[in-house]
């Protein structure tokens, strides 16, 4: 998804040391083929954000209001399913009518299914898909359009081979140690129903986090970690898991998934918030996402409405925007963890966490 205009799901990544100063000129020493030219195999390179067949980059169609702004293209010859099995369906009967055969052997339709391809294939358009990414050289941070994890594999293994630097996910453990220089599997599992059989493990701090966070926001114990003028809330859909034994997981959609019942019933059986959507606000300006806790993935964004009217403003106010969310929400991570080392300090919030659950109100 576009990162100029609409709403914006991406990945975070820090780029350690940043890119080199002919980073312009990697990128375009590896740029994308092109597509008209291909042929049966795939092919993959990097073109600018104008669109997904423009290769020719260059600091200015590289550089967008001061951030690096690139597509990850991939082309593919694809043969559509239904054409495919129709073309060889096709051919099959013509060879069993021709010998007075009632069926073939897998063999002979094997052959007849590489003998369709090679002939359609070629004839096929190819079919462009692109992952998008905005660097920000300031802080040396990169924003992508990669959330799954094929996607992920991908950008971060050309990224590397292109540049020579290797971006890291910024993710609940790289958070931690970038900024409290803290490991997660150091932390004591932790669990916010009292003498639960199962407490956790360090990869569910994430889920810890997220779960704290719709406790602090609703009591508003947080409005010391926000900036002046800022709130934050946790709304529906819920998601919540519980990973021990199996992991069971429920999602509460419509209605108001906030005070349902099945949401204090999840609290108290142990699962913690594993996706839910995160509201701030400053001011006029609101943000809304939809938060991954495992992967710090935004999904769904909403970033507030600008002021400029020109493309390379609206973009510019755009980045700003991210960079703001960004920041307040890994410095809410930031504080979390504060807590998290403090043993007294924890034990208290626990504490008043279950004391929250248990008080909730809860309709049907």
């Avoid at 020493?29 to 195999?41: F, K, L, T």
């Avoid at 924003?143 to 799954?148: D, M, P, R």
């Avoid at 938060?291 to 909403?302: M, Q, S």
Wanted: proline share 6%.
């Amino acid at each position: 998804m576009a990162f100029e205009s609409g709403s914006v799901t991406c990945r975070m990544f820090t780029v350690p040391g940043g890119l080199p100063d002919d980073a312009v000129e990697r990128f375009a020493a590896a740029a994308a083929p092109p597509v008209h030219d291909m042929g049966r195999e795939p092919i993959e390179g990097w073109v600018t954000s104008r669109h997904l067949m423009d290769s020719h980059i260059t600091d200015d169609s590289a550089t967008v209001a001061g951030y690096l702004y690139l597509y990850l293209m991939q082309a593919e010859r694809k043969i559509p399913p239904a054409l495919m099995r129709a073309e060889c369906r096709m051919e099959e009967f013509a060879e069993m009518q021709a010998r007075g055969l009632a069926y073939l052997r897998r063999s002979e339709r094997t052959e007849i299914k590489k003998a369709v391809i090679d002939r359609l294939l070629p004839q096929m358009p190819p079919t462009l898909k692109g992952i998008a990414l905005v660097y920000d050289r300031n802080d040396q941070v990169l924003y992508a359009s990669a959330t799954s994890d094929k996607q992920h594999d991908a950008l971060v293994l050309y990224f590397r081979n292109t540049t020579g630097t290797t971006p890291i996910p910024i993710e609940p453990d790289t958070a931690a140690m970038q900024r409290g220089g803290i490991h997660l599997a150091e932390l004591v599992p932790t669990c916010f129903v009292p003498e639960f059989e199962y407490a956790g493990a360090p990869d569910t701090v994430g889920q810890d986090f997220l779960t704290w966070l719709w406790y602090a926001s609703e009591t508003n114990t947080i409005s010391t970690a926000l900036p002046d003028g800022c709130g934050v809330i946790i709304e529906g859909p819920l998601t919540f898991v519980f990973e021990g034994g199996g992991a069971h997981e429920t999602t509460l959609r419509k209605g108001a998934p906030m005070v349902a019942t099945e949401a204090k019933a999840a609290l108290m059986a142990g699962k913690k918030l594993r996706r839910a959507v995160l509201t701030m606000a400053q001011g006029d300006a609101v943000w809304t996402t939809t938060i991954d806790a495992d992967t710090f993935i935004f999904r769904g964004l909403k970033l507030p409405k600008g002021e400029a009217m020109d493309p390379i403003g609206k973009f510019e106010e755009r980045m700003l925007a991210l960079r703001v969310l960004r920041e307040v929400f890994l410095g809410l991570f930031e504080h979390f963890l504060t807590l998290r080392q403090e043993p007294a300090q924890w034990e208290k919030t626990l504490a008043d966490v279950y004391q929250w659950v248990e008080k909730r109100s809860a309709r049907p």
